[in-house]
């Protein structure tokens, strides 16, 4: 494998949050060139994270980095460095840190019980429809509703019985 690409090949699995988690994040220049600023973020690993913000950061810059999710005591605070930094639109910025050390699977894992880690592989799209199930190996027929599915397989319904 070639540096680049080796460069580029992910070694943990990264995870969506949820957009309606109740997270914040805030990335500390450490040379201060910036004030405090408040990012969005996007997706998390134990080797880094990828944030939106209003403010540009350069390729290689340190920064340290606390993420909150609110009303828990489910905290990161970690130290990382600056990968890349793209602009999205004339307001925004994306930006991929690389945290230094990596974090332990212990906090991503205390993330996911908070219920803002996205860990399914394929976008779920949120529907609510009625339909009707039948159980396997069952006659009888009852009403549910689909909560969601992922047109590559796979949904999430609502039923009254187990």
């Given at each position: 494998m070639s540096s680049l690409a080796h460069s580029l090949w992910r070694r943990s699995p990264r995870?969506?949050?949820?957009?309606?988690?109740?997270?914040?994040?805030?990335?500390?220049?450490?040379d201060r060139t910036a004030e405090d600023i408040k990012a969005e973020i996007v997706d998390i690993s134990i080797?880094?994270?990828?944030?939106?913000?209003?403010?540009?950061?350069?390729?290689?810059?340190?920064?340290?980095?606390?993420?909150?999710?609110?009303?828990?005591?489910?905290a990161i605070e970690a130290s990382g460095e600056v990968c890349w930094s793209a602009p999205i639109d004339s307001d925004y910025w994306c930006l991929g840190c690389a945290f230094k050390p990596n974090l332990s699977e212990d906090v991503?894992?205390?993330?996911?019980?908070?219920?803002?880690?996205?860990?399914r592989l394929r976008h779920r799209e949120p529907i609510s429809l009625p339909a009707t199930a039948r159980w396997e190996l069952k006659s009888e027929q009852f009403p549910v509703r689909l909560l969601d599915y992922s047109s590559e397989g796979g949904f999430c319904l609502l039923s009254p019985s187990p």
């Open positions: 995870y969506r949050i949820k957009q309606n988690a109740d997270v914040t994040a805030t990335i500390v220049t450490v080797g880094g994270a990828k944030f939106r913000t209003t403010t540009a950061l350069r390729a290689k810059q340190i920064v340290a980095v606390r993420i909150e999710v609110r009303n828990t005591r489910h991503l894992d205390h993330f996911a019980e908070a219920g803002v880690l996205e860990r």
